[in-house]
């Protein structure tokens, strides 16, 4: 249901303040204004909580907020009346289905007064690559950022992707995430800047060059041009210059030469950046994911007696001034991506989770919208299908996750689960081979893994613990403690003393492995190497 938000008394002069019963919304006073005078809106992404955000505004100074749901929602662009969107698996085009000076209001739920009305109208099923930014070319191609494979790909009739380029240090086009390769910034209709946290060619390598390995390639020579960024984001080319979000400093800014010109600190995790006029639009993130910990944005903030927020900011290209902004408080702690839509004032979109997608259709010679009956309930077979589109809305509860030992593994049949390993195995084993039985114990929700747990017979009562993945939207449930704990169990069972595991000292292992490792009593020794070893005795 579309949310439209008034303003309310507030004892702040500049401050504007809006209440939903899961968010809250703070705003800069005049920010409605701007946008109506402006005669333009804004689009957000959230993918944390599976959200498509509008912000528009009406004559008498309100804003007015519209959301949708969709399954992952990321990279946004706006081109002309139509709306593209990244979602988990798939690339969504939306059309604008109300014709200049055409107002919807017949149906119920939608705002009377909305001046376009976004329809999602084709969709390419990419599979989960994890896309980050999209855009059109100026041959109207989508080309978009596949952050799993680290390279910029195109749609195909025929593949989930084409690839079109890749940073000349990546070996191979393999879905790990080496680089965090996730902006990507056009100069005339053409892709010629990518941002990506590091340079570097290994699983998900980029995690431990988060402070200063950020980089900007320039496409056409494949060459780094600028080093020494904080996790890069959102690369925009405008007005002759290069602007990026040094997301890990919070800071805007543009590039001058091979050096970041730092124009304005914002008070969170910079992602998300658009122009209008002399104003830039910057979407800011709070600091929850353990991926963010440790930067220099978190020490900035503690050192001001700060928090990171989460919101837009619209700033001032010459002063570096923020103008207006919007503070976000409750459900929605993270922003992606953020478009402005010209010539438009309230925005509306259609989803999935009510009847509007089936009963609003339009044809040549319809002269608009026209409106069908509602549909009537049809007797089937089975359960109902699942709405395409939507994400899996469950609330993962202790008592909902399954824990079970998996029989019978080997380096053959863990293959359709490396994506479930870490480190990944398949790796482990071109170098290592397989020197003892496989216990594994898995976690389950609704019938789906989420969590995986191996260890290795050694022979003398000791066992390796040898991979350990949760999913990243169950993680922080205690899912991961658990399963060591039944593991641990089940190696008691086949005759083992003692656990041990070896990884790489980085910043994964001392924020993730290292405290859950110390809770069920593991000593871990050395910590001043480079690799670190766990040791449990369990008999």
């Given at each position: 249901m579309p949310v439209c938000l008034a303003p309310s008394v507030?004892?702040?002069p500049n401050l504007m303040t809006i209440n939903s019963p899961t968010l809250n919304i703070n705003t800069s006073l005049e920010l409605a204004h701007w946008l109506h005078q402006q005669n333009i809106s804004l689009a957000f992404s959230t993918y944390q909580t599976n959200r498509l955000f509008f912000v528009g505004s009406s004559p008498e100074g309100r804003l007015k907020l519209h959301e949708r749901l969709f399954d992952k929602p990321m990279g946004l662009y706006a081109a002309g009346e139509q709306l593209y969107l990244s979602t988990r698996y798939q690339i969504w085009r939306f059309d604008n289905h109300l014709s200049p000076g055409e107002i919807q209001g017949a149906i119920a739920s939608q705002d009377p007064q909305a001046d376009r009305l976004y329809v999602p109208r084709v969709a390419h099923t990419t599979g989960d690559l994890n896309v980050h930014d999209v855009v059109l070319d100026d041959s109207r191609k989508v080309i978009f950022v596949n952050t799993d494979f680290s390279c910029l790909a195109t749609l195909s009739d025929d593949y989930s992707f084409v690839p079109i380029w890749q940073p000349s240090f990546i070996s191979k086009l393999v879905p790990e995430d080496r680089c965090h390769l996730n902006g990507l910034a056009l100069v005339e209709g053409k892709p010629a800047y990518v941002t990506a946290c590091s340079s570097t060619d290994t699983a998900a390598g980029w995690r431990n060059c988060r402070i200063d390995g950020g980089v900007v390639i320039e496409v056409s020579s494949n060459e780094i041009v600028v080093r020494g960024l904080s996790m890069p984001h959102s690369p925009r080319f405008?007005?002759?210059?290069?602007?990026?979000l040094n997301s890990g400093t919070g800071e805007l800014g543009f590039i001058e030469g091979e050096k970041f010109v730092p124009i304005a600190f914002c008070p969170g995790f910079v992602r998300g950046l658009a122009f209008w006029g002399d104003v830039a639009l910057v979407g800011l993130s709070k600091l929850r994911a353990r991926t963010f910990t440790g930067l220099v944005l978190e020490e900035r903030l503690a050192k001001q007696g700060?928090?990171?927020?989460?919101?837009?900011m619209a700033i001032s290209l010459t002063t570096g001034e923020v103008l207006h902004w919007l503070?976000?408080?409750?459900?929605?702690?993270?922003?992606?991506?953020?478009?402005?839509?010209?010539?438009?004032?309230?925005?509306?979109?259609l989803g999935f989770q009510s009847d509007?997608?089936?009963?609003?259709?339009?044809?040549p010679g319809s002269e608009g919208i026209v409106i069908t009956k509602p549909t009537a309930e049809r007797p089937s077979k089975g359960a109902k299908a699942p709405v395409a589109g939507l994400?899996?809305?469950?609330?993962?509860?202790?008592?909902?996750?399954?824990?079970?030992?998996?029989y019978h593994l080997n380096p053959n049949n863990l293959l359709p689960y490396d994506a479930l390993t870490f480190p990944r195995l398949s790796q482990r084993w071109q170098t290592q081979p397989q020197r003892g039985e496989l216990i594994g114990l898995s976690a389950s929700l609704d019938g789906e893994i989420v969590g995986f747990?191996?260890?290795?017979l050694l022979g003398d009562g000791v066992a390796e613990l040898i991979s350990l993945l949760v999913l990243p939207e169950c993680r922080n449930r205690g899912i991961g403690t658990r399963l060591i704990q039944a593991l641990e169990v089940e190696l008691v069972k086949n005759g083992c003393r003692q656990i041990q595991v070896s990884y790489p000292k980085d910043d994964f292992t001392d924020l993730a492995l290292l405290p859950l490792l110390r809770k069920l009593n593991w000593q871990w020794e050395p910590l001043n190497q480079a690799v670190a070893t766990a040791v449990k005795h369990i008999s």
């Open positions: 507030c004892p702040y405008y007005q002759g210059k290069l602007w990026l700060n928090v990171p927020q989460c919101g837009l503070q976000l408080e409750g459900a929605v702690e993270e922003l992606f991506d953020v478009v402005v839509l010209p010539g438009v004032r309230r925005p509306q979109a509007e997608i089936e009963r609003l259709v339009t044809f994400p899996k809305l469950r609330e993962i509860t202790p008592s909902a996750i399954k824990y079970q030992r998996v747990a191996i260890a290795e």
